[in-house]
């Protein structure tokens, strides 16, 4: 894909999603909670962002909405 600007700024910076812990393993019978905070293009936090997760696969790994 290629296009052409006057713009002379370039394209607006992308918003972040960042998932707090970024990496875990998991044990079996064990659940953790996850975290994520927002920032748009400009770098400024998105109060409550609306987050949904899901499990590719619900028969090895589950997602509950409920928050501790």
């Known amino acids: 894909l290629l296009a052409c600007s006057d713009d ?14 970024s990496f875990l393993t998991l044990v079996l019978g064990v659940s953790r909670q996850l975290t994520v905070t927002m920032t748009d293009g400009a770098g400024q936090t998105i109060p409550n962002p609306s987050v949904a997760f899901a499990s590719s696969d619900p028969t090895l790994v589950g997602v509950d909405a409920s928050a501790w």
């Open 8 to 21: 002379a700024t370039g394209p607006a910076p992308a918003p972040q999603v960042n998932v707090i812990p």
